[in-house]
C-alpha cells in the first residue's frame, strides 16, 4: 500500500470545508512554518527534493531560489490551475475535494517567497471550482490564516483566483502572466524569467497545483522525511491521472517505487485492461509526452521492469523511453488506433496554437492534414516521412515548448507504430472498417530506422 500524503484525508466527509481540514490537523504545517524563516523553509524544500508537479520536473527549491529579491519592489506566487492537458485531470481532484490542502501549501510558500498578494490562474473549463476555492479561501481569512497580520506574524498575505479563457497555451506560465496581466495569453520570450521579471515586471514564481500543495506534507514531516519516500532523485509521492482503457478510472497517489506493469493490472491502482484485451502502448504522461508499446512500457530496453518514476520512465531517452510529464497516464488497448489518436492530438495542437510562431503556427495544422488524410485512406507513402521532417523542424523552433508538445506524439507513433501508418496507406478501404490490432508492437522500428 502506497504511503498516502496529499490524499490521505480524501475520504473525510467535509474535508472541503475550513471546520473538517482543521479537525484533520490541517494548517498545522502553516502555523510550524510561520515560526520559522523563510530561509528555513527554502531549506526545507531544497531537502525534500521535490520536482515540479506540472510536467517539467525541476527541482521547486531551486527554482524558488533563483527569486529576485530587489528593495521595494513586490513578489509574487502564481499558482498554474490551468490544467488542461489531455489525460490529466489530478489538479482538479485536489483543487475540487481539498481546496484547504492549497491554500494552506499558499500561504506557506507566500510566506517563503515573501508574497503578500498571491494568485491561483484556473482553467477557463473548470467553471465550478472557483467558487469553491473562494470559499475555502474566505474561510482561511475568517480563521486568520489570511488577510492582515497572519497569526499575529506581522505577515500579510491575499489570495486571489482568475479564472483563464480555455486557452491551452496559458498553461505556459508566461502566457498565464500575459494573460493574468489581462492581455492576450501569447508566450513571453525569455530571459528575462519570470524569477526576475514575471507578472507587472515584478519577480514571480510559477508552480502547479500539486507542487504547492506537496509543500504542506514537507513541513509537516520535514523535508529528510519526504525524500526518504520514493527513490533516486523521484522523491516524495506522485499524483498520477489514469485513464483510457483500464477497469479503475481515477486519481492515484504512488510513490514511485512500483513498476508500471503493477500500476496498470493490480486491483490497488488501475485494476488491468477490460475484457481481458491486452496492452497495446500507453501515453504516461499527458498527451505531449512519447507514446511507448507495451514491450517498451513494461521493461527498458535492457529488459528490466520500468518503475513510475521520472527517470525510469525517461530511461532509453525518447528512443525507446518516455517522460513521466504531468502524470496523465493514457492506456490504449489492442482494439486501438495509434494513427486516430496521433491525429487527434495533433488537432488539439494545432487549435491551441497562439500562432506567434511559424513553425507552430503552420506545422501543427500540416501535421494534422496529412494526419487526417492517412485515416481517411486517402495517404500516400511519402506522407510519413513528410510527417517527420515537420515535426523535426517545428522541435526547438518556437518560443515555448508547445511546439515540442505537437512534435514528440508524432515522432513517437512514427518511430514505433510506422507498420500501423504504412499499414493504412496500403489498405485504404479496409483501414475504414476495423483497426490494424497489436501486429508488430512488441518488436518496435528501432529510431534509426525512421531517420
Known sequence: MSKKLLLKDAHVEGIRYFETYRKQGGYGAAEKALKMTPEEILEEVKTSGLRGRGGAGFPTGMKWSFLAKPEGVPRHLVVNADESEPGTFKDRYLMEFLPHLLIEGMLISSYCLGSNVSYIYIRGEYSWIPDILEEAIEEAKAAGFLGKNILGTGFDCEIYVQRG???????????????????????????????????????????????????????????????????????????????????????????????????????????????????????????????????????????????????????????????????????????????????????????ESCGQCTPCREGTGWMYKILKKIEKGEGRMEDIDLLWDIQRKIEGNTICPLGDAAAWPVAAAIRHFRDEFEWHIKNPELSQTQNYGLANYADPIPAAASN
Request: proline share 6%.
Open 165 to 351: 479563457g480555455g486557452a491551452y497555451i496559458c498553461g505556459e506560465e508566461t502566457a498565464l502572466l500575459e494573460s493574468l496581466e489581462g492581455k492576450r495569453g501569447n508566450p513571453r520570450l525569455k530571459p528575462p524569467f519570470p524569477a526576475v521579471k514575471g507578472l507587472w515586471e515584478r519577480p514571480t514564481v510559477v508552480n502547479n497545483v500539486e507542487s504547492i500543495a506537496a509543500i504542506v506534507p514537507i513541513i509537516d514531516i520535514t523535508g529528510a522525511e519526504y525524500a526518504k519516500i520514493g527513490v533516486g532523485r523521484s522523491t516524495g509521492t506522485k499524483l498520477i491521472s489514469a485513464c483510457g482503457n483500464i477497469n479503475k478510472p481515477g486519481v492515484y497517489e504512488i510513490d514511485m517505487t512500483i513498476t508500471v506493469e503493477e500500476f496498470i493490472y493490480s486491483d490497488e491502482y488501475c485494476g488491468g485492461i477490460p475484457n481481458g484485451k491486452k496492452l497495446k502502448a500507453c501515453i504516461p504522461g499527458g498527451s505531449s509526452v512519447p507514446i511507448v508499446p507495451a514491450n517498451l512500457l513494461l521493461k527498458t530496453v535492457n529488459g528490466e521492469p520500468r518503475y513510475m518514476n521520472y527517470e525510469s520512465l525517461a530511461d532509453g531517452g525518447f528512443a525507446t523511453g518516455t517522460m513521466m510529464g504531468s502524470g496523465g497516464f493514457i492506456v490504449l488497448d489492442e482494439d486501438q488506433c495509434v494513427v486516430e489518436h496521433t491525429m487527434t492530438l495533433a488537432r488539439f495542437y494545432n487549435h
